[in-house]
């Protein structure tokens, strides 16, 4: 199984510029869920999707939109990078009873 | 608001030795506890959970126990292995599923031969 699967794994972005992180689950979870990785500050909550059809902002949604595209896929967009998006972004997936199953990471850099 | 307070890193250990790392939390309820583990160049791992107070969460030789009276959840292993090198991550959740967590910094671990 693939679990959960993003893309590209890193990046790197003139300041100004746009881009979507893709993120996409095989294990039929209802939700999903962004976080960045920062230095010192463990992960947070970016944006959540409940179910399919829903989303919400997390603790640190500025700057950042999302599309939950079907019950699979759950991307995040940047509209217009600034270097404090610079971190590692992880996409979650789970069910209302189960631990969250994490993808690999993307690596962004914005400069 | 909710939040979780590890202990600084890294740690440091020889194979073999004893493993503590500190955990506490801030929360109102009874949230659910988790450690989650990072390897170098992967995405995070469930290691162990509780889901309510006096609970004990265990695998791969890990132990934590939820301690409500001290809001704490000490990740705990009697004998590291090289293996064991990571970061750890204590994290909670209250309702939304179990993925609406929130972290700690995470503490890394590094255990020598």
């Known amino acids: 199984n693939a679990g959960v699967t993003q893309t590209p794994k890193f990046q790197v972005l003139k300041t100004g510029q746009s881009m979507t992180l893709q993120c996409a689950q095989d294990?039929?979870?209802?939700?999903m869920y962004w976080y960045r990785q920062d230095p010192g500050m463990g992960l947070r909550l970016i944006y959540y999707?409940?179910?399919?059809?829903?989303?919400d902002k997390g603790e640190v949604p500025n700057g950042y939109n999302v599309s939950r595209l079907n019950k699979r896929e759950f991307s995040l967009r940047l509209e217009s990078a600034a270097p404090s998006q610079t971190s590692v972004y992880f996409c979650?997936?789970?069910?209302?009873?189960?631990?969250?199953?994490f993808g690999q990471g993307t690596r962004l850099t914005v400069v | 608001g909710d939040s979780v307070t590890q202990m600084e890193g890294p740690v440091t250990l020889s194979e073999e030795a004893f493993l503590t790392i500190n955990c506490t939390y801030t929360?109102?309820?009874?949230?659910?506890l988790f450690w989650y583990v990072q390897y170098p160049g992967e995405g995070l791992q469930l290691l162990l959970k509780?889901?309510?107070?006096?609970d004990k969460g265990s695998n791969k030789g890990f132990e934590a126990t939820y301690r409500k009276e001290t809001t704490s959840f000490h990740l705990e292993k009697g004998s590291v292995q090289v293996s064991d090198s990571a970061v750890y991550f204590c994290?909670?959740?209250?309702?939304?599923?179990?993925?609406?967590?929130?972290f700690g910094t995470g503490t890394r671990l590094l255990v020598s031969p």
């Open positions: 979650a997936s789970g069910t209302a009873n189960t631990e969250a199953f």
């Open positions: 294990m039929n979870h209802n939700s």
């Open positions: 999707s409940a179910s399919e059809g829903t989303t």
């Open positions: 929360a109102t309820g009874y949230p659910s």
């Open positions: 509780a889901t309510k107070a006096d």
């Open positions: 994290a909670l959740s209250k309702g939304g599923g179990f993925q609406k967590l929130v």
